[in-house]
């Protein structure tokens, strides 16, 4: 898909919303000019516009309009905050009644001797900045299960209800009978709501692992995989996998970025000559303290450009800092994207000579082998929960049998991971280039602009009886640092640990991949909160200059904190590796939900 980058220097009007919640965990995204996460609430019957709201006269005018052409014919009412006209619903003319007097026209007040007067109706809310959730929301009166099979009921590729039959390895004789539910498979032998994946352990056929491959669809004739790949094939699905194809404005006088690589906010930048990256010289740490105290005011910093033709970080060889030539050419690590050339890889020790090397390092090719492992297998924890590591994978032509069947789940389950991340997410939305970035985050999306190629996240999802309660996105950038820039859970299970277990694992994966440390944006004033309780601390030096050279997720006046996972027990990484759940049951307090707020207590 298609962007286009704004016009430079153009004011644009945002309007941004804070929220807080009563839970154990807290948000490290935050209101910000450059990231609006305006979510449009439901709006109500009088369509009252609040005149406390902090919206500009454009944005309420704006509003108004839309309202107004928006609203229905009929059985609608709309009143202007000032006591403007009020439009009656149509209704039944009302009847002539005359009195004594002779007086006609005016409508009787007494109620009917057939009809009991009514109590007047109960308005509703007409709080434009409500924080959006489950119980409020136009698409969801009440919260619903984010389960594959409610996923594709409210898809309407499928009926709730629907009758099913688990069958043999012939494919001729019905092993087990159900039907289908939002929350899985009513079986027809327990008169249970079980998991699809227990629906095959009661058809005996636990071994297979591929539920959804030899569920068949009674009504529709057909099994429910190949729905799945229906349902990932519609229009709107393959409009969220596209990539992020970022074209600069005509009238822009160069073909690079708006934004800063490493802080994601605008200003005087300086521009790479091979890539559309740009940089704040304090962020690539160019600046100078000028000493002659004559000439300008003491400890005045000021800018060392560089001179001539200028290549930043991840258009030069990590190790020799050097660019492409004709006779040196640029390679990109698969895993973490830093170039480098194949001669200089060919110097470092533990690299195979006798196979050309797609990654920088043979750490990185651990690593990499090791997440690709981990990808769509199921971990068992304790009671009914599992965690998974998620990624969208491509389409095989040549996939089948139980390669196809995990990628198809994979790939559906990411897309009941967005709807989660759109319940609990106000949409993050780049200003410069207008792309949804949790959106593009959970689909790892690519572009063509370094800062928002978000090609090697990955979604970590905690579910309980198939249903996903609580997701964090993760990127490893080598053995040195792994970034986790969203973690969120859905309403009903907050304050109930549920982040605690997802993170946990994830801590304990990411110390059996060897990941030094974990870092996350925080918005500053729960700075103090995030070291105090959660062990976290400023970026030290050593971690900066990778950074620097890193491609990392960072929001406009947030903060980087880092914390430095502590290596484990000696059995601890055999522990990891043999049990099914990954978790170790001594480790510290993981991070909480950065995607609330802290409550009072918390930061005072």
Request: proline content about 5%.
């Amino acid at each position: 898909m298609a962007y286009k980058m704004r016009t430079r220097k153009q004011t644009m009007i945002y309007l941004n919303h804070s929220s807080s919640s009563e839970d154990e965990v807290y948000d490290s995204t935050y209101s910000d000019p450059d990231y609006t996460r305006t979510r449009p609430q439901r709006r109500s019957r009088n369509n009252n516009v609040s005149s406390s709201s902090s919206s500009t006269p454009l944005q309420i005018a704006d509003r108004n309009v839309q309202m107004e052409e928006t609203a229905p014919e009929t059985g609608s009412s709309s009143r202007s905050n000032n006591g403007g006209a009020v439009k009656r619903r149509r209704r039944r003319p009302p009847k002539n009644n005359s009195n004594n007097n002779g007086e006609q026209g005016r409508r009787s007040r007494r109620p009917s001797n057939r009809l009991q007067a009514r109590p007047p109706r109960r308005r509703r809310s007409s709080n434009l900045h409500q924080r959006p959730s489950t119980s409020n929301t136009s698409r969801d009166v009440l919260p619903r299960q984010r389960t594959i099979l409610s996923w594709l009921i409210d898809k309407e590729i499928i009926q709730e209800n629907e009758q099913v039959w688990y069958m043999d390895k012939s494919r001729h004789a019905a092993l087990q009978e159900g039907k289908i539910t939002r929350a899985g498979v009513l079986c027809r032998c327990c008169y249970k709501v079980i998991t699809v994946h227990e629906f095959e352990d009661h058809a005996e056929r636990s071994t297979l692992k591929r539920p959804y491959d030899n569920i068949y669809l009674v009504r529709l004739q057909s099994y429910l995989l190949s729905y799945l790949v229906k349902a990932l094939q519609r229009e709107d699905e393959v409009s969220r996998r596209e990539f992020n194809l970022i074209q600069p404005q005509t009238i822009a006088s160069d073909q690079n970025d708006d934004a800063c690589m490493i802080c994601a906010d605008g200003g005087d930048l300086i521009c790479c000559e091979r890539c559309p990256s740009t940089f704040h010289p304090n962020c690539l740490d160019l600046e100078v303290r000028l000493i002659d105290q004559y000439s300008t005011p003491p400890g005045t910093r000021l800018p060392n450009i560089p001179q001539g033709d200028w290549l930043c970080p991840h258009c030069v060889c990590k190790f020799c800092g050097a660019g492409s030539s004709s006779s040196l050419t640029l390679t990109a690590c698969v895993l973490c994207e830093m170039q480098y050339h194949g001669e200089c890889v060919l110097e470092i020790k533990g690299i195979d000579l006798n196979r050309p090397s797609v990654f920088c390092s043979s750490i990185c090719g651990e690593i990499y082998m090791k997440l690709q492992e981990m990808v769509g297998v199921r971990k068992e924890l304790d009671n009914g929960y599992s965690w998974t590591l998620l990624r969208r994978m491509q389409a095989l032509t040549y996939a089948s049998g139980n390669e196809l069947h995990k990628m198809v789940e994979c790939n559906c389950k990411i897309a009941v991971a967005w709807t989660v991340m759109d319940e609990i997410f106000m949409p993050t939305i780049d200003r410069f280039t207008t792309i949804n970035v949790v959106q593009s985050v959970i689909y790892n999306r690519g572009s063509n602009l370094m800062r928002l190629n978000f090609k090697r996240f990955f979604t970590a999802i905690l579910e309980h009886n198939d249903e996903i309660i609580s997701i964090a996105t993760l990127r490893v950038n080598g053995n040195k640092l792994a970034e986790m820039p969203f973690v969120g859970t859905r309403e009903k299970y907050r304050g109930k640990g549920m982040v605690q277990k997802l993170l946990t694992a994830l801590e304990s994966a990411l110390c059996f991949l060897k990941v030094e440390n974990l870092v996350i944006p925080s918005v500053p004033e729960v700075v103090p909160m995030w070291k105090e309780k959660y062990s976290f601390s400023p970026i030290n030096n050593s971690l900066i200059k990778d950074l620097i050279s890193t491609n990392t997720l960072m929001f406009p006046t947030a903060v980087r904190l880092q914390k430095s996972l502590a290596p484990q027990a000696t059995d601890s990484a055999d522990a990891v590796e043999n049990k099914p759940n990954g978790v170790n049951d001594n480790t510290k307090i993981p991070l909480p939900d950065l995607n609330l707020e802290p409550s009072e207590e918390d930061v005072n």
